[in-house]
């Protein structure tokens, strides 16, 4: 969509809004008695008894986890809620914030992923995939922010949102594909009238982190009360948090020696010299030695991402005759993330050199003639005598007969071009309309249909252009570069930090760019209502919804010249390769909830719900087969008696694949693997072994001397696979709901869930990919497929290096996996007055049993709850066996003193990991249980005003160390896990909130 059409439809429905409202002076969050009103919660995570019912800033009922919209229906499947008041009392930024810290979520790409995240904060419920759930708002998709479907969390509009509602299990039947693991629901005020403005300051005890945050949301009745327009604009801005500035996070250090590590792409530079393998330049004395110096990637990295947001929000419903109305809702939100990594420079790609390279030690020269091919055309390794070397060291022609030049494997960080940031800024604009009434007394419609459009546009700065080192490696004297590039003056990597000059430096700066958009058209039409007709032995009637829904899915990838050659920008991951999918799905849907006794001996009530939804799905690329699948669920719910409710249902669900798992080129990117079976001495010793690391392109020069992957990156090569078909779930829950007489206003839940994926979409981990190869050496042939789709470094045997040449593993996409997960979600709350105070109590806790993952029939099983390695978890995020959250408000008055306590479980470094790379150094094997301790004050100053301080991280608790190689790059980084720890320290919030 073009910015001028998107600013037009913007214009349009603000203007809309505008025209609807008329001035009103007296704020209300939703008008008394509604079902916003009469469900919102207390402070805290809630698991209420009955399915949350709430009014939307469109006047629509949602009910979260069932399509019939009757305020009387109950579904079976449990839901947790987080309320306003406790977003407000955290002072949450973004949605992430919110969902990051549930008891059985996982933590997802979010603010602390610095390393790997593009721009966008997503939900992963369960640890399953943040692409196996879907987000919703009032119970309606919006359109998604990237390649794999997924909603970026910044979008959401937190200053409408009345609740969150979380409802894990399979929900396909209800919400569609996507919805394997459930959905989150944010759920807008209702009614919204006046004004309120709010704004809040955070900032760390150590006096950075800065974040902002300002909302207005203005409000309006019209038309006697038979319409509601409101308007919201909001505004964002935090600033970046090194690692740098945390003592525990300042070196990066090496999980398994627990000696400063970090990256063989250092300063002082280093060279692969022949059969010497690896050297680094000793800058003293101009010599090549032994790699001594790794290079610190820390300082340079963030806890908290530099970000900046605008977002307009407006809605509007309007009763245009009697039981007709109409309704609708745009938004707008632009996004800045800049991800800030350690500087660019040559990570492993080949240069040539001539000998009479100005900068070159005579030292290093005389390594290079000695060890070194000079004439790679012959048999044989071609080195230089003494007087050879000499004779080229003053020749600066290439038609001097003694002109000389040589190739070698360069590795050097240019911290003098400055670190490499990644930009990205995403656009989101998304529009819904429709009309709504009722058939009759007892039957409604609803027919909507929306539209919604994201771009990310990632540029990527301070990148090292690869031809332009090439270049001005060539050069002679300081006055020409033989390739003749605009601006090339001679390089000098033969230094310290400083040697290269901005002269330098900036001939070797390329800016590149690339795009993604995404777009989601849907149209849906149901019907609503009761049949008329109950069971003999029941009051309610039998509720129903029938519908069919329309989507369709596009997306896009383009990238310029730079960013798609895998082998020109140093660091950049590698390529960007543009391509264009989508797909079409037509689906019917419907569901009923059936109360089957009441009000009889031991069976208040008894019901029964069920739902099934048939969908169509036709991918768009020639010759790609349509598909159709069917989901359903069956569930129901037995009361007893008033103390207790039982409830429970069966799910069968499925997940459609996403553009990228179709459409997404072949590509070589980065990895997490620390060890590789080919490094070091021991294939000169295993002939079989030998054979293998051949086989995958190492130089028989190499064996011997191979390195394990830089900073524990490896080389990894991915793609779509247009022959994928849909995953199968069945799922199911089981639970009661306990309201004891003896103690009023206590509500306890416990709901057992169980979760089997079969025929998943997964890729196998690194790991998984070298034990398929060498997991059994002996028997391993040098023309299995499992080895010989492993690519290595043409020069240096190693899995990394320029993208171009090297493959590194390959991990093929197939329908192969499965993954499982079981476990209890227990919640408790009490409400009790005492006086003049009132104490509200709530807590929710998890118990994960089993969370596995196998990629393939012959990779691991592998079981991660409780364990932390690169490859355990299918998120790469820690899943503890035990996690609560616990808030304790005080209400005296006017002033609210709230604590809440979250608490993760002990976790281990995973004991195939162990096997792997062996135990990690000292303590770094083990993370005891860490507990969190958040307050906050609250107090209203007038009717109009209120005022909040919020305490997070009281007692200033560092995260627990276990060094910056055991974990996923995306997860773990500066020496812990920043995402389910708290790596910022101690900070302060302060809110204010006036409304009229």
Known sequence: MSARLRCTLLATSLLVSSALASPAWAQTDSAPGTAADATSPAPGIQAPENSPVAESSTGEIVVTGTLIRDPNAVASAPVQVVGRDEIRLRQSNTAEEILRTLPGAVPSVGSAVNNGGAGSFYADLRGLGNFRNVVLLDGNRIAPADLLGRVDLNNIPLALVERVDTLTGGASTTYGADAITGVVNFITRSNFTGAEIAASKQITERGDGAYFRGDVTLGSDFADGKGNAVLSFGYQKSDPVYQGARGFSATQIDSYTGRPGGSSTSLPSSFSVGALGTQQLNVATGALVTPYQPFNYNPYNVFQTPFKRYNVYSAAHYEVADDVELYGRGMYSKNTVSTIVAPSGVFGALVTLPLSNPYLPAAARASFCANNDFNPNLAGIQTLTPAQCAAGAVATSPNDPNYRTFTTQLRIRTTDVGPRIDVYETQLFDIRGGVRGKISSDISF????????????????????????????????????????????????????????????????????????????????????????????????????????????????????????????????????????????????????????????????????????????????????SFNTTTWKAGGSWQPVDAIKFRGVYQRAIRAPNISELFQPSSTGLGSLNIDPCAGRAPTTNAALRAVCLAQGAPAFAIGVIQNPAAGQPNQTTGGNLALKPEKATTYTLGAVIRPSFVPSLTVTIDYYNIKIEDAITIPTPQDAINACFGAISAASATDPACTGIRRNPITGALDGDAGTTGGVLLGRSNAGRLSTDGIDLGVNWRHDFGPALLNLSFQGNWTNSSKFRATPISVNRECVGFYSA????????????????????????????????????VRQEPLDVLANGPAFGTFGRIKSYDIFDSSIRFRAAEQLELTITVTNLFDKQPPIVGGSIGNVLFGSGNTYPSTYDALGRRFAFGGRLTF
Do not use: M
């Open 446 to 625: 609803d027919v909507s249909g929306s539209y919604g459009e994201s771009e990310n546009f990632h540029g990527q700065d301070n990148y090292v252009s690869l031809t332009r080192v090439r270049d001005a490696l060539l050069a002679t004297n300081p006055n020409n570069c033989l390739s003749g590039t605009a601006g090339c003056v001679p390089l000098n990597i033969f230094g310290n930090a400083g040697a290269i000059t901005e002269a330098q430096a900036a001939g070797l700066r390329v800016p590149a760019t690339s795009r993604i958009t995404s777009s989601l058209t849907q149209v849906r039409g149901q019907i609503n209502g009761s049949v008329g007709l109950s069971s003999p032995l029941a009051e309610r009637p039998v509720s129903f919804a029938i519908g069919g829904e329309y989507r369709k899915y596009k997306a896009a990838q383009e990238a310029d010249a730079l960013a798609r050659n895998p082998s020109e920008l140093g660091g950049g991951g590698g390529a960007i390769t543009p391509f264009t999918g989508g797909y079409d799905v037509i689906e019917g849907f419907g569901e009923i909830i059936a109360p089957l006794v009441q009000n009889q001996p031991f069976i208040q009530e008894l019901s029964l719900e069920a739902g099934i939804r048939q969908s169509h799905y036709s991918i768009k690329a020639p010759g790609s087969p």
């Open 871 to 906: 490859n355990c978890g299918y998120s790469g995020s820690i899943q503890p066996e035990f996690s609560w959250n616990q808030r304790t408000t005080v209400t005296v008055g006017p002033a609210d003193v709230s604590l809440l306590w979250r608490h993760v479980d002990a």
